[in-house]
């Protein structure tokens, strides 16, 4: 999946500093959640609760959340259909939301229909125009096409946009860093390189450093990068990290 699967870090993230750099951390349970209990709420659609700025997910209905979770589920596993069908379902229980016209965007982003995931993505802004997902989508685009002077734009107005502090801006530091060293611009992308703090809350230190390595023809340091990330962050934080380098054919899908 692509770095359009961001919209799952905004549903799971959770609270805290990285591990220590020799510290391997807990693996998560992985029990399935199990559906909500409650019946689907009564009443027509146009008179249930829908997002507006600021809407959190855990807000809305719980067969409604349930239902995007699954849909996000399918995602993760690059089942299109299968999330889509979900995604069909939960639009049963409410009106489109930021939330799940964003993974109709990201679906559409995955499979490359870039216009298509434009016009989801801007009408889940439409509902939240704070909703950082769609904007990191959004952003996406012109970077799957190589127009990383563009996507770097647009990820700087996003950078703009979030709190000192907040575990998203190491994401878009490292895109940001990324279109740069793409561009084999190794002035700017180590000064992009040098804004990502260590200790870090996201793996973006280890990929960083790996990608730099790896451009700079140092397949060694690349391995060694990658192997550290791999042994201190879960497949969950690490995710939002590989797949960009996955799409560049840096890595191969596991």
């Known amino acids: 999946m692509s770095l359009s699967a961001m919209l799952l870090a905004c549903v799971s993230a959770q609270d805290g500093t990285a591990p220590k750099p020799d510290e391997k951390p807990q693996a998560a349970e992985n029990n399935p959640p199990a559906p909500p209990s409650e019946k689907e709420p009564k009443g027509s ?5 829908t997002t507006g700025p600021g809407m959190r997910l855990g807000s809305l209905p719980s067969r409604y959340q349930f239902l995007l979770a699954e ?9 299109w259909k299968g999330a889509t069908d979900y995604v069909d379902r ?3 229980v409410l009106p489109p ?13 995955e499979q490359h229909d870039f216009d298509r995931g434009y016009k989801y993505c801007s009408d889940a802004l439409k509902l939240d125009p704070n909703f950082f997902p769609a904007k990191f989508n959004i952003s996406e ?27 998203t801006m190491e994401l878009v530091t490292y895109r940001i860093f990324l279109t740069y060293l793409l561009e084999n611009d190794f002035d700017h992308a180590k000064e992009w390189l040098e804004k990502i703090p260590f ?3 996201t793996p973006a230190y280890q990929y960083a450093h790996a990608a730099w390595a790896r451009q700079k023809g140092d397949i060694g340091k690349w391995d060694d990068w990658i192997r550290s990330a791999a042994y201190i962050w879960s497949e969950d934080k690490r995710s939002e990290y590989v797949d960009v380098l996955i799409q560049l054919g840096w890595l191969k899908r596991e």
Do not use: C, H
């Open 141 to 167: 685009i012109p970077f799957l096409e190589g127009k990383y002077a563009e996507a770097r734009g647009l990820w700087s107005k996003v950078l703009a946009t979030l709190r000192a502090g907040d575990s």
């Open 71 to 79: 849909a996000m589920k399918r995602f993760q596993t690059r089942d």
């Open 199 to 201: 200790p870090s809350q």
């Open 45 to 49: 659609r146009s008179e249930l609760a």
């Open 90 to 92: 939960a639009d049963e």
């Open 97 to 109: 939301t930021a939330w799940s016209l964003n993974v109709r965007g990201a679906i559409a982003i």
